[in-house]
């Protein structure tokens, strides 16, 4: 019973182009949730946050969005570049120290 | 930002040997550690939960007496893998956290490579 869901195992992007990543979730009581990237043999980096109160958060070329009717949130990689290409992982929390609950991965390419 | 790191980066090992993974928080006091693991092209999967100074807390599934955790510091947790076998082959990556919010998001070791042969 997965209750963080990332639906497409892989992305591929042109240079400069918008990569969106998606991620559905099916716990209503989450209130944190996380993008991280992540490359072969290494920890996961953070790379953005966005609460439950909110439906959009922005951090340079990094944008997420929250859609908490859906229980869907994205994210938004504007321009992309070939350095961007890692897998992704969206990820949720409840409140409090809780430990995270991550999907499956998104694999993004960029293509130069 | 906090630092943490976790050695070794990679371990091969031979079956029925114990293997011990050490995470630490440099910069920061990790009231809780997180331990995950993640095989080839899946998921990272909480195996155990621990608070400084009380016993760990494992997901169904996770084998307390396999898996050993010590989180008698602040700053420094271990993960023994115990009397390891082929199966236990995993990526291991512990992530401490002193609260310091989701804003932040929480911080992950480097991760280690266990291959038991």
């Known amino acids: 019973d997965q209750q963080v869901k990332q639906n497409s195992p892989s992305l591929s992007v042109q240079e400069g182009r918008i990569s969106i990543l998606n991620c559905d979730y099916t716990?209503?009581?989450?209130?944190?949730f996380l993008w991280y990237k992540k490359y072969p043999a290494e920890g996961p980096t953070f790379l953005i946050s966005?609460?439950?109160?909110?439906d959009k958060n922005e951090d340079g070329r990094f944008t997420v969005f929250l859609n908490k009717s859906a229980k869907h949130l994205s994210l938004h990689i504007v321009p992309s570049q070939p350095g961007d290409s890692a897998v992704y992982f969206c990820?949720?929390?409840?409140?409090?120290?809780?430990?995270?609950?991550f999907g499956k991965g998104t694999r993004l390419s960029v293509i130069a | 930002g906090a630092v943490v790191s976790q050695h070794p980066s990679r371990v091969i090992c031979k079956s029925g040997t114990s293997v011990k993974i050490e995470c630490r928080s440099l910069?920061?006091?990790?009231?809780?550690m997180f331990w995950y693991r993640q095989f080839p092209k899946k998921s990272l999967m909480l195996m155990a939960t621990?608070?400084?100074?009380?016993?760990?807390?494992?997901e169904q599934g996770v084998e307390k007496d396999k898996f050993l955790i010590n989180h008698a510091s602040l700053t420094l947790s271990t993960l023994t893998v115990t009397s390891a076998h082929p199966e236990d082959s995993s990526f291991y990556i512990c992530?401490?956290?002193?609260?310091?919010?989701?804003?932040?998001?929480?911080?992950f070791g480097s991760g280690t490579r266990l291959t038991v042969v």
């Open positions: 990820a949720a929390k409840l409140s409090g120290n809780t430990p995270l609950v």
């Open positions: 716990n209503s009581m989450f209130d944190y």
């Open positions: 966005i609460s439950s109160i909110k």
């Open positions: 910069d920061f006091q990790a009231t809780t």
């Open positions: 621990s608070n400084e100074g009380s016993k760990a807390t494992y």
């Open positions: 992530s401490p956290t002193g609260g310091q919010g989701e804003v932040q998001g929480y911080t």
